[in-house]
């Protein structure tokens, strides 16, 4: 077998290797990224230079390593993903949801006063930041007193990280006018913080479109008003696209909005939703009992009576100015650190979900997946009338009580499933994000170190009891980085 002394790797003796097929499975299996299929020189040079930092001997060496837990994977994806973006990238679809879809949306959710929205694949944040900055300063009024949520998640745990910090240099900016951003940020030498107002909606957090389940409501990722997925799925085969869609379908609301990149339309992709063109941009609406095809341009939707956008705060984008166009779609550029799951199928950690009443817990989880809070809710009440001690009901009932906005009780339901069974993973650590968001950064490292106790000695590939697809490795890297951001060690 052909193996390379240590440090000795080489792109060449990578691609010579014997198991250089089966990494390459295994990077486009966990990462979905297709692109690498028909670029092995790239991706030989890749895993070259991880091998060559990790002293392996061979490619079999490296894969033993990659299976051997999770950083190793995380630092070789950290190479392999493409992170380019900016403030209000592809202006005619912030023109789209500033017009229509924003309005739409809040009318209808004026009597529930929510709204949840997804940035999948946000990389470092400039999307879902943007997305706030409109609400804030375009829909500000209509929705003072709301629950918002603007979600974005990425697999590149480094741009998370950065995501979080809010600090960008002004290449981000380059579609963004000068009195924009000096509103909503203020600079720090060569760099511009985001003030807190554009932050307060936004939350990020890990998740790999490929190994995460999704629609799932343990992961947060469920009944959302709008999912903007772009530049994203450009990397992935055809085979993953078509099972991603769907994906995307369940996790919205009915009558929720799916916004793609603006290179990724396709008629039969997206077949179960309602297309609607707009002025450079489409748009696409789960709208349950929708037979397709139905072509709609945007003047063909009356907007709803009260939803007039507000005087506009913020200059109509078509104004802006764009000086560089994007990079290729088809050579994106090898980027930074990228967290992710090997898929497998693994024995779960800590305690299944109780038998008795499983039924019902199956029925409040779909629910839930589907966003009808509501339906979910009396479900969940319905199983604790009947049984009071189990903590898995508390559990579900503080994740849909988080989703409506009802802090308090969400609290209230996540420390009596600790009471009930302190075992149990999931209420710790949605307790720890609970407390995080309340800034109260000493209970929320307390939580925290109490997932950590409890996964001790459990080995990375078990997943976390009822957490969808989340492994012990993936909760335990989680729960670091909190403790790591909050200042409470790991
Ligand atoms: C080119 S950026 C797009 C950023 C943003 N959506 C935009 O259009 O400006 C692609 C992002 O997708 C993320 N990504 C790639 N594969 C992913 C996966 N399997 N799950 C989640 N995110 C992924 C990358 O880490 C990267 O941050």
Redo the contacts with the bound molecule.
Sequence with gaps: MTSVAAGGATAQTVLADPAFQALKTLVID????AFYRDKNQDLAQILAARMMETASTSCAAYLERLRDGQHEMDAL?AE???????FF??KEQFDALRDIILPEVIERNRPLRRLRIW??????G??PYSIAIMLEREFGARIADWHVTVLG????QK?LARARDGRYDSWAFRAMPDDIRAACFTRHGNQWQINPEYKRFVKFQY??????TFPSIVDNIAGFDII?????I???SPETIERLIPCFHASLNDTGWLVM?HAEPNQHLFRDFRTVNTDGAVLYQRVDGYRPPTVLLSSEIAPPSATKSPSAVLPRLAALDVRRPDPPQAS?RR?QA?R?APPRVVPQASHPVPAAGSDSVGTIRRLADQGQWDAAAAACDALLASTPLDAWSHFYRAMIHEQVGEAAECEKALRRAIYLDRKLVLPHYHLGLFLLRGDDMAAAAKAFRNVQDLLRGMSDELSVADGDKITVGQMREAVDMHLKLIGGGS
């Design positions: 966990t990462t979905g990224m994806v392999l993903t493409i992170g380019e973006t900016y990238r592809h940035s999948a694949g946000c990389a470092t400039p999307e998640t990425d697999i590149n741009f998740h790999n479109l490929i190994t995460g903007i997925c772009r530049n994203v450009i990397y992935f990149g994106p980027g990228t992710l």
